[in-house]
């Protein structure tokens, strides 16, 4: 029973990372969007350097993020899986509260409801109770 549990574990901390990792996905896609879209100063805002450098700053930690999680997931049952699959989801959260908690894009998706309370903070005005909370280990 045991063993079990601690599968059902490493399958929860990986479905919620890779659910993280597509909010990021989505929000990723919205921002490079209105980058091209938004013009200021006669240009598009995209093309001040400044914006371009975060945005590479952002698609690196993304794909750090998928990186650890496909890591997680191949090692998901070995004596590794459970601290890897636990980092990727802590590593997804930390780099999805930075990325998009301006916008809250969490209570939008289908886990919305659940992953808010883990990449949200008091600066979000999600509409989830407790956003602010993170109690899930």
Known sequence: AAAIVARMRVAMQLALAAEMLGIM????A???EYLGTRVQ??????KFQALRHQSVDNYVQKETVRSLILEAAHAARSEHGPR??????????????????????APATIGGALLAPLICNSRCACPAPNAGERSMS
């Open 25 to 28: 996905e989505g929000a990723s």
């Open 41 to 46: 100063f006669g240009q598009p805002i995209g």
């Open 84 to 105: 890897l699959a636990t980092a990727a989801r802590v590593l997804a959260g930390e780099v999805g509260e930075y990325g998009i908690t301006a916008n809250c894009v």
């Open 30 to 32: 919205k921002t490079l």
